[in-house]
Nanobody, 114 residues
Framework: QVQLVESGGGLVQPGGSLRLSCAAS????????MGWYRQAPGKQRDMVAS???????DYADSVKGRFTISRDNAKNTVYLQMNSLKPEDSAVYYC????????WGKGTLVTVSS
């Protein structure tokens, strides 16, 4: 059974930092492209960052220079380091694993507010 479990969300002030983690099980983690998506209330789910099995990364323009995605294949975990957070970064953040199928986690809420 495939499971993606996100953690690390919470309430943070503007300008602050958070690190999200996504622990995967039930898949050959190293073979998958891993991604972080986010969805704010009333909006569509958008890609935030992704990292391929080879370590190539891609970012949404809105987070370039502020967010960093990384993976630890030994721990079957992907991370999203978020710095200089803005109120518009508030959303539910979802982890996904993509190869010829796509798996999703249940999400973790990030709220950026003073």
């Amino acid at each position: 059974q495939v499971q993606l479990v996100e953690s690390g969300g919470g309430l943070v002030q503007p300008g602050g930092s958070l690190r999200l983690s996504c622990a995967a099980s039930g898949i050959t983690f190293g073979a998958y492209t891993m991604g972080w998506y986010r969805q704010a209330p009333g909006k569509q789910r958008d890609m935030v960052a992704s990292i391929t099995s080879g370590g190539e990364t891609d970012y949404a323009d809105s987070v370039k220079g502020r967010f960093t995605i990384s993976r630890d294949n030994a721990k079957n975990t992907v991370y999203l380091q978020m710095n200089s957070l803005k109120p518009e970064d508030s959303a539910v953040y979802y982890c996904n694993a993509r190869r010829w199928v796509i798996y999703w986690g249940k999400g973790t809420l990030v709220t950026v507010s003073s």
